[in-house]
């Protein structure tokens, strides 16, 4: 989750530098990884249809990153459960792909260190290095300079998507106002409501052209703004997906179970991060 996202300058290789703060929600997709000849990848989940197993899968070309950076002939057989929607805003592919970094690395011994793995998952997507540390974190220029954070505040969550794809790419395009990359590092916070009052100086300059893109997002976000025990609501990435930090679980899980009880096709779910 982008719990801002600050942008700058587009540079002259087409990419845009960006100041965020990343967290990491307790749910997501799942990978396994076993030994084989060739490279296999079989996609099951909710999700599942919303992507081919071919080599253009993110998975896949992590996976010939890796083994070609690392002079291993071998394959393997991965199998990914596609739990979050694609697409989305909430970086699930770049997860993926960093998972695939970690996992692979680990089966086939080679004992590479994170900012190896970082190197070469920048390589395949901005946002795949802090995916590879997988822990809150500083994110800077295109998304490749990762600075852990020492743990940001836990708190409950509510994360929506309409269900409505948004191109990256389109977004940038259609970027007018901005904040710039001026940030200095956030402060030690000791709780949710810190975490809150820090975020409300900061947004998500995405939102606004995502907005135009999908005015759906709207609803979203006041959908989100308008229950019990919701603290901040906002898009995360360059949307649709976006999300709400409450009070505590038990407002989470009732804004939860309020959001599903109006059936709109929307994908929603309680979670936590920190
Ligand atoms: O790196 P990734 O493939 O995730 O980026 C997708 C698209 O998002 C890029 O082609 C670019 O248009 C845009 N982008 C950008 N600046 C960034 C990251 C992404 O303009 N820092």
């Not at 007018?176 to 409300?200: D, F, W």
């Not at 360059?238 to 679980?249: R, W």
Request: aromatic share 6%.
């Amino acid at each position: 989750m982008n719990l801002f996202l600050h942008v700058g300058d587009r540079r002259p290789d087409g990419y845009h530098e960006l100041q965020s703060l990343v967290a990491f929600t307790r749910a997501g997709d799942e990978l396994s990884f076993a030994p084989g000849q060739e490279f296999k990848l079989d996609i099951q989940g909710p999700f599942a249809d919303a992507l081919t197993s071919d080599s253009d899968n993110l998975v896949l070309k992590a996976a010939r990153a890796l083994a070609e950076h690392a002079g291993v002939r071998d394959g393997a057989h991965i199998v990914l459960t596609k739990n979050l929607p694609v697409a989305s805003g909430i970086g699930g592919g770049s997860a993926d792909a960093a998972a695939t970094l970690r996992g692979l690395a680990q089966l086939w011994n080679l004992g590479l260190p994170h900012d190896v793995l970082r190197r070469i998952g920048e390589t395949l997507g901005s946002d795949i290095p802090v995916c590879v540390e997988c822990k809150s974190a500083w994110m800077e220029g295109r998304g490749e300079r990762v600075a852990v954070l020492n743990g940001i505040p836990a708190a409950a969550m509510v994360l929506v998507n309409p269900g409505v794809a948004v191109p990256t790419g389109r977004v940038f395009a259609a970027l007018k106002e901005r904040c710039g990359v001026g940030l200095p590092r956030p402060p030690k916070m000791q709780n949710a409501v810190e975490l809150v009052a820090y975020l409300k100086t900061t947004a998500n300059d995405l939102e606004a052209p995502a907005r135009e893109i999908a005015p759906v997002i709207g609803d979203v976000l006041d959908a989100l703004a308008s229950r019990t025990g919701a603290l901040l609501s906002r898009m995360s990435g360059s949307g649709a997906t976006c999300f709400a930090l409450f009070e505590s679980d038990e407002f989470a899980t009732a804004a939860t179970r309020a959001l599903n009880a109006r059936n709109r096709g929307w994908w929603i779910m309680s979670s936590r991060i920190g």
